[in-house]
């Protein structure tokens, strides 16, 4: 038998008896449900012909290794890095010994206090929190847990302020600066502000890559350290699937395909490698070495970072009327709610066209 509670217009809690335990005391499954009374009836109707299997006293932490291991093969180098590191932050908490048919929405909540209280930022508490909502919703899908609890939980962030950008003539200075440096510098720093690619993208390009205007991003380099803190070795430097691991194309300006073109003729002959010559791509951290010589022989800020040239040509397209779908297509971004979020606040420029073009309509009485 199912029982419908609606908890807020638009929010269902779907309860379903599902038979007694070892002892004969009844047993029952929940799912929340956003959307209809329909679509309530519909999830009802689900839990009563087949309920959930029971998780089997699998953990929290049993969870987060599950989907780890799951999504890790179609994952980045540096997402299967990033994932793992933030798991384990979650697993050094009480909450992953937390049986997940006992987690609750509280327990997420009294863990953000922990971790509050113990002097973690706002930014490391969120993608913790991102860590443990995608396990769960991985463990819902395979019928450990009924509800995503962490999916209910809110973490109340303070408000921050959007990173500032930088201007155009910072950009143009540290691009100059980079030419003198080494043309392929004043190159990366160029395609870093015309196509917004990330770091590790950069490095993973070639001159095939190039097909008029249209430059494809495809992979990134990942690095790959061996030997201990006293025995460095020389890292492996692996052509990984970009961070999304999907592929786009860029169109690029006459300037930058000409820059291009010009270092093509004069390096390919020893590699295909768009910014180092020879058959080992450049390396992503010498890249951020050129960017901090180039910083500092430009004279521009030194908060500014590499990626805030990825952040300045979001920002930039943005806010001079470029529709968001476009521009987080050129970004690489999975998922356009994304570049909204993050730059949100570059409408500012095109919400003022918008007021211009609405009060010039009020005012033409043709």
């Known amino acids: 038998m199912a029982t419908m509670r609606e908890r807020k217009p638009g929010v269902w809690e779907v309860r379903v008896f599902v038979g007694n335990d070892d002892i004969g005391r009844p047993k029952q499954v929940s799912r929340t449900v956003r959307g209809t009374k329909r679509d309530a009836q ?17 953990t929290v932490a049993d969870g987060l290794e599950a989907w780890i291991a799951t999504h890790a093969p179609t994952w980045a180098a540096s997402t299967v890095r990033d994932q793992t590191s933030r798991a384990s932050l979650v697993k050094a908490d009480k909450i992953a010994r937390v049986p997940l048919a006992r987690l609750t929405v509280a327990d997420v909540d009294r863990w953000h206090t922990r971790l509050r209280a113990a002097g973690v930022g706002e930014s490391s508490l969120r993608n913790q929190h991102l860590v443990l909502r995608a396990s769960l919703s991985h463990a819902a899908r395979w019928g450990w847990v009924t509800t995503n609890v962490a999916a209910l939980a809110t973490l109340g962030r303070r408000t921050t302020k959007p990173r500032a950008a930088m201007t155009a003539a910072d950009v143009r200075a540290v691009i100059e600066a980079g030419e003198r440096l080494d043309p392929a510098a004043g190159l990366a720093f160029r395609l870093a502000a015309i196509t917004g690619a990330r770091r590790a993208e950069l490095c993973a390009l070639v001159y095939r890559d190039l097909d008029g205007d249209r430059l494809t991003i495809d992979s990134s380099i990942a690095i790959e350290r061996t030997g201990s803190v ?27 395909v000409a820059v291009i073109e010009a270092l093509r003729r004069e390096r390919e002959p020893y590699g295909p490698w768009m910014l180092q010559a020879g058959e080992r791509p450049l390396n992503p951290e010498r890249l951020t070495g050129w960017w901090r010589f180039a910083r500092r022989d430009a004279g521009i800020e030194t908060r500014w970072r590499l990626h805030d040239l990825r952040h300045w040509s979001a920002t930039e397209a943005i806010g001079r009327g470029h529709d968001i779908r476009t521009v987080a297509g050129r970004l690489g971004h999975a998922n356009p709610a994304m570049t909204l979020r993050t730059y949100a606040h570059a409408l500012d420029g095109a919400d003022a066209a918008v007021a211009a073009t609405l009060a010039s309509a009020l005012e033409d009485t043709s």
Not at 42 to 58: I, K, N, Q
């Open 42 to 58: 519909r999830a009802a109707a689900e839990l009563t012909v087949a309920p959930p299997a029971a998780a089997d006293g699998r």
């Open 230 to 256: 006293s025995d460095r070795q020389v890292p492996a430097l692996l052509d990984a699937a970009t961070k999304t691991g999907n592929q786009r194309v860029v169109r690029l300006d006459e300037r930058t």
